[in-house]
T-cell receptor, first 108, second 115 residues
Framework: GQQVQQSPTSLVLQEGENAELQCNFS?????MQWFYQRPGGSLISVFY???GTKQSGRLTSTTVIKERRSSLHISSSQITDSGTYLC??????????FGSGTRLLVSP | GPKVLQIPSHQIIDMGQMVTLNCDPV?????FYWYKQILGQQMEFLVN????????KSKLFKDQFSVERPDGSYFTLKIQPTALEDSAVYFC?????????????FGPGTRLTVL
């Protein structure tokens, strides 16, 4: 079955609103990384966050291993935040499993 | 920040031919990965490579696929022969040794079109 459930599938915000993106895992994990995928396709690492909370500017990631979930919070969204956000987990070994992504559109 | 390069950015090839996709990982990285993403679909793990060996591969890593990194040069993905379903964007990633071993850095991708 699907090991990584990402929600919501898509999200439309007005500029300035906040967003909360979620990833839930069906198995235990030993690493977690959030990526931003540009419409052109390249991936940019947003957070490498295997556990706890990390913050960078308007972005905050929280991973709770016991609850098998990770979240990405975007505050005061901007038009340039638009794109697809992907979470990726590693359960053990070297295989990495990606979520299906959240498509974020921030409008003026 | 650290950059992974991929060459070429686009490749168009006839079905049945061989193709080699090239990845130039971050210089001190030791772990290398290939992923496949069909347009509009999920990113799928293909293979992980370390110390000259395939450490783990997925079901998508068919017998027609092979990887190598001869003498610290490009990390390559070779497909021989290609099939129509191999059309996708292929992403290379690398990870450093030590504590950051699970943090991946991605290249911009190679768009492969098999006709």
């Amino acid at each position: 079955g699907q090991q990584v459930q990402q929600s919501p599938t898509s999200l439309v915000l007005q500029e300035g609103e906040n967003a909360e993106l979620q990833c839930n895992f069906s198995t235990s994990l030993n690493s977690m990384q959030w990526f931003y995928q540009r419409p052109g396709g390249s991936l940019i690492s947003v957070f490498y966050n295997p556990s706890g909370t990390k913050q960078s500017g308007r972005l905050t990631s929280t991973t709770v291993i016991k609850e098998r979930r990770s979240s990405l919070h975007i505050s005061s969204s901007q038009i340039t935040d638009s794109g697809t956000y992907l979470c990726a987990m590693r359960t053990g070994g070297y295989k990495v499993v990606f979520g299906s992504g959240t498509r974020l559109l921030v409008s003026p | 920040g650290p950059k992974v390069l991929q060459i070429p950015s686009h490749q168009i090839i006839d079905m049945g031919q061989m193709v080699t996709l090239n990845c130039d990982p971050v210089s001190n990285h030791l772990y290398f990965y290939w992923y496949k993403q069909i347009l509009g679909q999920q990113m799928e793990f293909l293979v992980n490579f370390y110390n000259g060996k395939v450490m783990e591969k997925s079901k998508l890593f068919k017998d027609q696929f092979s990887v190598e990194r001869p003498d610290g040069s490009y990390f390559t993905l070779k497909i021989q022969p290609t099939a129509l379903e191999d059309s996708a964007v292929y992403f290379c990633a690398s990870s450093p040794p030590g504590l950051g071993v699970y943090e991946q850095y991605f290249g911009p991708g190679t768009r492969l079109t098999v006709l």
